[in-house]
């Protein structure tokens, strides 16, 4: 592309020579001295195309052209004629030279403008698909970086009430995950125009010999999250409309990050409340004292096993808080009846799978997979569970994975009715079970786990009985 451009300008320029020439040999024989003169409207295509650095080639030729003119084919060589023959062709060259610069400059202004437009919208994007506060952060922090406003980037968020560096670029990316050498600002100070970066970055050495900006970063309602430095070598103070850009991604960067700040504290307040109504049957069934705990932690385990993804391993952890809610609606001379359930009783208590999962089915925020986990946690692998007799893979997941680590606790924790079990004979019973209630591929990667030393060491720690059990 490059050198066909240069090989069009080249042949424009010879074009524009050659008619000077051509010029110069007509008006020679055949016009008067005076449109000598317009000698210079041949070179106009070169000075256009090159602009002022045409120039420097364009006025010794117009020179040595206009003293030839005047000596030969008589020698009539004097300054002002001279002048009157070159001078108007210089200024209007001069003239072209600069509208063609003007012309130049406007066209970067317009292509940066639009470079920095796409960067904008590339980065406001990236910025509001990320999944989590540490992706976006680096989302908005590699688009500002890619703005070229400046080499050195630092996001700073307060953490009681010190500065610290949560994302960075450049030099100050060694402070990241640290406090910054100075605190002597307030969380306050991020929102007033008063902001003296100097305070934050005083301390830092190389940062005598920098110029820089502060560009607040706010969630809605002006409520703070942080600031971004800009720093740059030298005395080049940021102006305005770079000021500008790195607010527009500020601005998305604060909205996002601040609602996803505020879902979190939402989904933090789900977690706790859904984890107290299920810790509310362990008060009234003291046998299960500790199960919910152990089968979160279980669940969870085996579901990184699996490869879940965060919302499903979430949805499980709910699932596992209220898998027993249903309980709550069982009579307490059933629920902690010390002998074997009559066949009515074993029915009302089978129950409480469909009470819970029509009890929780009014709470608007949980997702299927939650209630799923909470009805079908007792299906059994070849069909014989119940509620609703699923079998293999029509049992969802989730409702599958729980009913493992169930199994497993209910086996490992001890029981007025019966002791704890140990490790060998749960593998054992596991492995029983394994194809009949339980799924086999989840038995055999969760007895992978158990048997693992960091698995043997969970199972220790988690021990209900506090007995030290060994394989």
Same mark, same amino acid.
């Not at 808080?321 to 001379?333: A, E, N, P």
């Given at each position: ?32 001295? &005076? ?15 090159? %602009? ?25 060589? #004097? ?14 060259? %001069? ?47 590699? &688009?500002?970086? #890619? ?9 700073? +968020? ?6 610290v560096v949560v994302s960075a670029r450049g030099a100050l990316e060694r402070y990241r995950g640290r406090h910054l050498p100075q605190q002597k600002l307030s969380t306050h100070a991020s929102l007033t125009d008063t902001f003296v970066v100097g305070n934050y970055l005083e ?25 971004v430095i800009l720093a740059r070598e030298g005395n080049k103070p940021f102006q305005s409309d770079e000021k500008a850009m790195a607010n527009s991604l500020a601005r998305v960067m604060g909205a996002q990050l601040g609602q996803m700040e505020a879902l979190k504290h939402l989904e933090d307040a789900y977690d706790g409340t859904l984890r107290a109504l299920g810790l509310a049957l362990e ?23 699996? #490869? ?125 079970? +394994? ?19 960091? %698995? ?11 007995? #030290?059990?060994?394989?």
């Amino acid at each position: 592309m490059g050198n066909t451009y240069l090989k069009i300008v080249q042949k424009q320029n010879l074009l524009s020579l050659l008619g000077l020439l051509i010029w110069g040999v007509v008006s020679f024989l055949y016009l008067p001295d &005076s449109y000598q003169a317009f000698s210079f409207l041949f070179l106009i295509p070169w000075v256009w195309k090159d %602009g002022p650095q045409s120039m420097r080639w364009v006025v010794p030729l117009l020179f040595l052209y206009t003293i030839v003119q005047h000596l030969y084919p008589k020698p009539n060589l #004097n300054m002002d004629s001279l002048l009157v023959t070159m001078l108007p062709g210089l200024v209007a060259l %001069g003239f072209v030279a600069w509208l063609r610069e003007r012309d130049r400059r406007s066209q970067k202004e317009l292509e940066d403008s639009l470079r920095f437009m796409h960067l904008l919208e590339e980065g406001s994007l990236n910025i509001s698909t990320a999944n989590d506060p540490l992706e976006l952060t680096e989302s908005a922090m590699s &688009s500002l970086y #890619n703005l070229n406003i400046a080499p050195h980037l630092a996001f700073v +968020r307060f953490r009681e009430g010190k500065p610290v560096v949560v994302s960075a670029r450049g030099a100050l990316e060694r402070y990241r995950g640290r406090h910054l050498p100075q605190q002597k600002l307030s969380t306050h100070a991020s929102l007033t125009d008063t902001f003296v970066v100097g305070n934050y970055l005083e301390g830092i050495p190389e940062s005598a010999g920098w110029s820089t900006a502060a560009v607040p970063v706010s969630a809605r309602q002006k409520r703070p999250l942080g600031v971004v430095i800009l720093a740059r070598e030298g005395n080049k103070p940021f102006q305005s409309d770079e000021k500008a850009m790195a607010n527009s991604l500020a601005r998305v960067m604060g909205a996002q990050l601040g609602q996803m700040e505020a879902l979190k504290h939402l989904e933090d307040a789900y977690d706790g409340t859904l984890r107290a109504l299920g810790l509310a049957l362990e008060f009234r069934d003291h046998e299960t004292q500790g199960h919910t705990k152990r089968v979160v932690a279980w669940a969870d385990q085996l579901a990184q096993d699996l #490869n879940l993804d965060a919302s499903m391993r979430k949805f499980l952890r709910w699932g596992a808080y209220l898998h027993d809610i249903g309980k709550l609606s069982i009579s307490d001379h059933i629920l902690r009846k010390p002998d074997k359930l009559d066949d009515e009783e074993w029915e009302i208590m089978k129950s409480h799978v469909v009470k819970g999962w029509e009890m929780l089915s009014r709470v608007p925020f949980l997702p299927q997979e939650t209630l799923e986990v909470v009805r079908h946690h007792h299906e059994n692998w070849d069909g014989s569970g119940y509620p609703d007799g699923l079998k293999e893979q029509d049992i969802p997941i989730l409702a599958r994975i729980f009913a493992v680590v169930d199994t497993f606790d209910a086996l490992y924790s001890p029981r007025p009715y019966k002791r704890a079990w140990k490790p060998a004979e749960i593998i054992e019973e596991l492995n029983r079970l +394994r194809g009949k209630k339980l799924d086999p591929k989840l038995v055999d990667i969760f007895i992978k786990r158990i048997t693992s030393p960091s %698995g043997k060491e969970a199972m220790e720690a988690a021990n209900p009985s506090k007995a #030290n059990v060994r394989a």
